[in-house]
């Protein structure tokens, strides 16, 4: 592969468990004795820390010789500016994946497993052994890829959140959420724990486990969403979280499809206390109280994961 002096590359990383420790702790002498007192093994966060940044030192080695390079930590995707022509490379667990992406305009991320005896990495096609090879394809337009179909909520005060996991619409805490629920034609006020709106590359998580406890209630084993659906489809699918039916509220519109003809609209009941957020990170939110109106359907932007 030749130097590129135009071409940027990005490696996003994220903070090892010992060190989110010692940042917690002062120094790693007090974090092991806190480990160790509570009968944690310290040499496996040791291993863990070292391990990945030996993968981190070998990804360096490869990309700075390439063109521009630039390692930014997971904290700082918020505020960075990812220009078009970036290449991503991704090297940490699942969610880092989820995380940059939602960040990027369609920009290729290729994700790197930097220990799959530890770590499963469903989202995570290579390993540290492959980078050279899916770079050099990816440089040359030549490399596969999987698209990935984003969420977007926008609310009627103009703010705006993408998802590329799931979006959680409901309360901050654990009480009812109370709101208006219109999709498709229909309109139904319903008081729950809150919706949770899946894409397909979320779909095997927290949108599964939802379904599969449901499946548990009623003893069936069987749906056709069980296993998930495809991280390209054009459509969404929400659920009610424990829908409470009353004289004012109902549990008709519970679970169904968003489409890009059909987005699904909620407005709030709710004095105070309501949330929306994205991916997990309750941290970002956006208000959700009385007055508010939030239409969650199909985004514009797409991600796009490198494959083999």
């Given at each position: 592969m030749q130097t590129n002096n135009q071409q940027r590359?990005?490696?996003?990383?994220?903070?090892?468990?010992?060190?989110?420790?010692?940042?917690?702790?002062?120094?790693?002498?007090?974090?092991?004795?806190?480990?160790?007192?509570?009968?944690?093994?310290?040499?496996?966060?040791?291993?863990?820390?070292?391990?990945?940044?030996?993968?981190?030192?070998?990804?360096?080695?490869?990309?700075?010789?390439?063109?521009?390079?630039?390692?930014?930590?997971?904290?700082?995707?918020?505020?960075?500016?990812?220009?078009?022509?970036?290449?991503?490379?991704?090297?940490?667990?699942?969610?880092?994946?989820?995380?940059?992406?939602?960040?990027?305009?369609?920009?290729?991320?290729?994700?790197?497993?930097?220990d799959p005896a530890r770590w499963d990495g469903k989202l995570l096609p290579f390993e540290m052994g492959d980078l050279k090879s899916a770079l050099e394809r990816t440089l040359n337009q030549a490399a596969a890829s999987k698209t990935i179909t984003f969420a977007e909520a926008k609310t009627n005060d103009g703010q705006s959140l993408l998802a590329v996991n799931d979006i959680f619409i409901g309360p901050k805490t654990h009480t009812s959420a109370r709101y208006a629920l219109e999709w498709e034609g229909q309109r139904?006020?319903?008081?729950?724990?809150?919706?949770?709106?899946?894409?397909?590359?979320?779909?095997?998580?927290?949108?599964?486990?939802?379904?599969?406890g449901a499946l548990g209630v009623t003893h069936q084993r069987k749906h056709e969403l069980l296993d998930g659906f495809a991280w390209d489809a054009k459509r969404l699918q929400f659920t009610v979280r424990e829908p409470f039916p009353s004289k004012t509220t109902g549990t008709n519109l519970v679970f169904g499809g968003i489409t890009v003809h059909t987005p699904l609209r909620l407005e709030s009941h709710m004095p105070e206390q309501g949330v929306i957020f994205s991916d997990g990170i309750e941290a970002d939110y956006l208000g959700f109280n009385s007055g508010m109106v939030v239409t969650v359907g199909v985004a514009k932007t797409q991600g796009c994961l490198v494959c083999h």
């Open positions: 590359f990005i490696l996003i990383t994220r903070k090892t468990r010992l060190q989110e420790l010692v940042e917690r702790f002062n120094t790693w002498p007090q974090a092991k004795f806190y480990l160790e007192h509570n009968q944690i093994n310290a040499q496996d966060y040791l291993a863990e820390h070292d391990l990945y940044q030996q993968r981190l030192r070998e990804a360096e080695l490869i990309l700075k010789p390439l063109g521009r390079f630039q390692s930014l930590e997971r904290s700082f995707l918020p505020n960075y500016q990812f220009g078009s022509t970036d290449i991503i490379v991704v090297i940490g667990q699942d969610g880092l994946v989820a995380n940059t992406l939602k960040y990027l305009q369609g920009q290729p991320v290729i994700a790197i497993n930097p139904e006020l319903q008081s729950s724990s809150g919706v949770i709106i899946s894409t397909g590359f979320g779909s095997t998580g927290w949108f599964r486990s939802i379904l599969a």
